[in-house]
């Protein structure tokens, strides 16, 4: 990674003379600093210019806004000149893969990365945090892998025209964000706009939709792994003779390290090293985390659709419990799926039903989502905390509600990373 200079910039500007190049960029004036730019963007509620001088007071470098202050590169319209540059930026990197999907996206790039030994998109996905990662890392000479979530329509074409991917991959196709997006179609057509990169890659679950595209997965596929054994130490497979162990892992973490296999091998990567860099991948927190212990925790908590519910679901069957222990389900509300969300709950609520020994449902659809249903979290916890024994493997997972205050997430049972945080500190107990 660069230096970011002020001073030499690809679109015309005016620059303070005491503005300093800056090793990154920040949308986010809270994460401005002497090292960290700040871009002033416009807001949903209020504009990024409010936070300059803040950024300006915690040392930022320079401010790339409209105001005549201190440090300031001065432009028009911050944002059309951050994307500018991000176009800059991206088009000086060989290899740009750009990852979507209704599930397994984060996971993926994760894999991917660790596979080509690539720099990869952090958390957030959003336009802006992708620009600044193309400006921060787009001259280097190691593969770029970019996340690219969307939540409406039209998202998608502009996150296109931003990355411009040089491999398009669709991990899958479901129903999420359906308030926006309508229907799955929709999200089919829409996350489908990534496949107009130069190659494309489809999971196997997506395959149907994308009829024609190359597909990579087990069985019948395109680009097909051997012998795929899941169980409770994690996934183990064959890829071009290579074998593959993946601790502690399900089958959306395997379908992952095969895709980073697919692209190490059409970029010229060793693939020995690249499954041995896969082995150690960690996951963010949330995102199908096994936490052994007395009684074994999946955490899988950071967001939930149906068919993220499906597979979480899935992978807890492939759990065999200790001596008395039984597969528990814990699951809360998925967020923005329309008026079918009633229905949705409800298939997911009577897959669990087979998949766990017991399930458990908190929320607004708790009665849909579990055999046990409790209104709020802290009713939850009170129940679940007294049954849960050693042996157990218990699965949680839900929305986040990220944006919702604490008693309104514990009311409708999303952001359930607190039953999480309970149930390890109830198994120290054991």
């Keep these: 990674?660069?230096?970011?200079?002020?001073?030499?910039?690809?679109?015309?500007?005016?620059?303070?003379?005491?503005a300093r190049p800056a090793l990154r960029l920040?949308?986010?004036?809270?994460?401005?600093?002497?090292?960290?730019?700040?871009?002033?963007?416009?807001?949903?509620?209020?504009?990024?210019?409010?936070?300059?001088?803040?950024?300006?007071?915690?040392?930022?470098?320079f401010v790339l806004t409209d105001l005549d202050v201190p440090r300031a590169v001065r432009v028009p319209d911050a944002r059309d000149a951050l994307f500018a540059w991000a176009r800059t930026e991206r088009a000086k990197n060989a290899l740009v893969i750009g990852?979507?999907?209704?599930?397994?996206?984060?996971?993926?790039?994760?894999?991917?990365?660790?596979?080509?030994?690539?720099?990869?998109?952090?958390?957030?996905?959003?336009?802006?945090?992708?620009?600044?990662?193309?400006?921060?890392y787009g001259a280097q000479a190691a593969p770029l892998v970019v996340e690219m979530g969307i939540d409406r329509v039209g998202e998608m074409a502009q996150l296109v025209d931003l990355v411009s991917p040089d491999v398009g991959i669709v991990t899958s196709i479901g129903a999420a964000h359906l308030e926006a997006l309508g229907t799955v179609e929709n999200v089919a057509r829409e996350k489908g706009l990534i496949l107009n990169a130069s190659?494309?890659?489809?999971?196997?679950?997506?395959?149907?939709?994308?009829?024609?595209?190359?597909?990579?997965g087990f069985e019948h596929n395109d680009f097909?792994?051997?012998?795929?054994?899941?169980d409770a130490d994690g996934a183990?497979?064959?890829?071009?003779?290579?074998?593959?162990?993946?601790?502690?892992?399900?089958?959306?973490?395997?379908?992952?390290?095969?895709?980073?296999?697919?692209?190490?091998?059409t970029a010229g990567t060793e693939l020995q090293g690249a499954a041995q860099r896969m082995a150690n991948v960690e996951v963010p927190g949330g995102r199908y985390r096994v936490l052994p212990g007395a009684f074994t925790i999946i955490d899988d908590t950071y967001n939930a659709s149906p068919l993220s519910m499906f597979a979480a679901l899935n992978a807890l069957a492939t759990h065999t419990p200790a001596a008395g222990g039984r597969r528990i389900s814990v699951l809360g509300r998925m967020l923005e799926l329309g008026a079918a969300e009633q229905s949705l709950h409800a298939d997911v609520g009577e897959y669990a039903g087979e998949c766990a020994d017991l399930s458990y449902g908190v929320?607004?659809?708790?009665?849909?989502?579990?055999?046990r249903a409790y209104a709020t979290v802290p009713e939850l916890l009170d129940a679940l905390l007294s049954e849960v024994q050693a042996g157990d493997v218990v699965l949680v997972k839900a929305s986040r509600g990220i944006s919702w205050t604490p008693e309104k997430r514990a009311a409708e049972g999303v952001g359930l990373d607190t039953v999480v945080t309970a149930l390890l500190e109830r198994r120290k107990q054991l």
């Excluded at 929320?363 to 055999?371: C, H, M, N, V, W």
């Design 363 to 371: 929320g607004q659809f708790a009665a849909q989502l579990g055999e």
């Design 1 to 18: 990674m660069s230096l970011l200079d002020p001073h030499a910039l690809p679109f015309q500007a005016d620059v303070h003379p005491d």
């Design 199 to 216: 190659r494309a890659l489809v999971g196997t679950q997506a395959s149907s939709y994308y009829p024609g595209v190359p597909s990579y």
């Design 224 to 230: 097909a792994g051997e012998h795929l054994q899941l």
């Design 99 to 136: 990852i979507t999907g209704s599930v397994g996206k984060t996971t993926a790039k994760n894999y991917a990365a660790a596979a080509l030994q690539a720099a990869y998109m952090p958390v957030f996905n959003t336009l802006p945090a992708i620009a600044c990662f193309l400006i921060e």
């Design 26 to 61: 920040t949308w986010d004036s809270r994460e401005a600093g002497p090292d960290t730019a700040f871009v002033a963007l416009p807001g949903e509620a209020m504009h990024g210019n409010r936070f300059v001088q803040a950024a300006l007071d915690a040392g930022a470098p």
């Design 236 to 265: 183990r497979f064959v890829y071009q003779g290579v074998q593959v162990t993946l601790p502690r892992a399900a089958r959306v973490q395997a379908e992952a390290a095969l895709l980073g296999l697919v692209l190490a091998q």
